[in-house]
């Protein structure tokens, strides 16, 4: 589940994920030139992590689940990647 909180120029992002979906999730994105962020797990077990962004921008991302596998967001349009996979895509 994506959260968009926008006001003014920018954007309060809020990544989520259930907690069945593994026992660690990182996120990547094309706003931190596809560094590693480690989404927290909240005490329900979902994962979860905040990004303000800029608005006006598109950002193409994807979830890695228990250090491997690349996966989309449900939530978004899914596109191809020049490494022959998907990357989700958010338009703020």
Do not use: H, R
């Not at 329900?44 to 991302?61: A, D, H, W």
């Amino acid at each position: 589940m994506i959260k968009v909180t926008q006001k003014e120029s920018k954007s309060w992002v809020t990544f989520t994920l259930p907690a069945e979906t593994g026992t660690s999730v990182e996120i990547c994105g094309s706003w931190n030139e596809w560094q590693k962020e480690t989404l927290k797990p909240k005490k329900n077990g979902e994962f979860s992590i905040t990004k303000v962004l800029p608005n006006g921008e598109n950002y193409e991302f994807g979830y890695i689940i228990d250090g491997s596998g690349w996966v989309c967001d449900g939530d978004t349009e899914c596109i191809d990647s020049p490494f022959d996979s998907k990357n989700s895509l958010l338009a703020l």
